[in-house]
């Protein structure tokens, strides 16, 4: 353990670098697959929230990176790359077209990055747990990054549903109506 600048006690500093840098691999994963859907849905309702989207996945991004400084984590470029490279080999996948993009990579794209946007936030409200304690923890970033993503989800939630609703019929405010999110 290390003591933090309030007196108490940092445990598992390791566990919480793999921790962190695994979020910030996600957040690199997340920021490749956003570029990408953005180009997919230009001059579309969909491109200008992709691109506020887009511009807070890079601040989050550069917030876990800041708190992993604060806290003397370093950042593990590895991860970085290979959550990179396999961003690019996920655009392969089979996804019932060989030559074409098929209306279903469009779902599962939205899906993806709404699921990922929980798990993100789930991360900044870990960190913002260590910030009740250690005041290297930059907690009022954090309350805003967990706000942000509560935001994030929403309009995720909605956008996925109307693709939805795009790619296999039906209305999209009929799901929404019967959903918690």
Same mark, same amino acid.
């Given at each position: 353990?290390?003591?933090?600048?309030t /007196?108490?006690? @940092?445990h598992?500093?390791?566990?919480?670098?793999?921790?962190?840098?695994?979020? @910030?691999?996600?957040?690199?994963?997340?920021?490749?697959?956003?570029?990408?859907?953005?180009?997919?849905w230009?001059?579309?309702?969909?491109?200008?929230?992709? *691109?506020? $989207?887009?511009?807070?996945?890079?601040? *989050?991004?550069? /917030?876990?990176?800041?708190?992993?400084?604060? $806290?003397?984590?370093?950042?593990?470029?590895?991860k970085?790359?290979a959550?990179?490279?396999?961003?690019?080999?996920?655009?392969?996948?089979?996804?019932?077209r060989?030559?074409?993009?098929?209306?279903?990579?469009?779902?599962?794209? #939205?899906?993806?990055?709404?699921?990922?946007?929980?798990?993100?936030?789930?991360?900044?409200?870990?960190?913002?747990?260590? /910030? *009740?304690?250690?005041?290297?923890v930059?907690?009022?970033?954090?309350?805003? @990054?967990?706000?942000?993503?509560?935001?994030?989800?929403?309009?995720?939630?909605?956008?996925?549903?109307?693709?939805?609703?795009?790619? #296999?019929?039906?209305?999209?405010?009929?799901?929404?109506?019967?959903?918690?999110?």
């Open positions: 353990m290390t003591e933090s600048s /007196g108490g006690a @940092l598992n500093p390791d566990l919480l670098g793999v921790y962190c840098n695994d979020h @910030l691999a996600a957040a690199t994963g997340g920021i490749e697959l956003v570029g990408r859907m953005l180009s997919r230009r001059g579309s309702p969909f491109e200008q929230p992709l *691109e506020q $989207l887009l511009d807070e996945l890079r601040e *989050e991004r550069s /917030g876990v990176r800041s708190t992993m400084a604060s $806290l003397g984590l370093p950042v593990r470029q590895y970085q790359l959550t990179w490279v396999g961003e690019k080999f996920s655009r392969a996948k089979l996804n019932g060989v030559l074409s993009r098929s209306p279903l990579s469009d779902l599962i794209e #939205f899906e993806f990055i709404a699921t990922a946007v929980l798990a993100k936030r789930a991360g900044f409200e870990t960190l913002r747990a260590i /910030g *009740e304690y250690d005041r290297r930059d907690a009022r970033l954090l309350d805003r @990054l967990i706000d942000q993503a509560d935001h994030q989800h929403e309009w995720l939630a909605e956008a996925r549903r109307q693709v939805a609703a795009d790619v #296999f019929g039906g209305r999209a405010q009929a799901a929404s109506d019967a959903a918690d999110t």
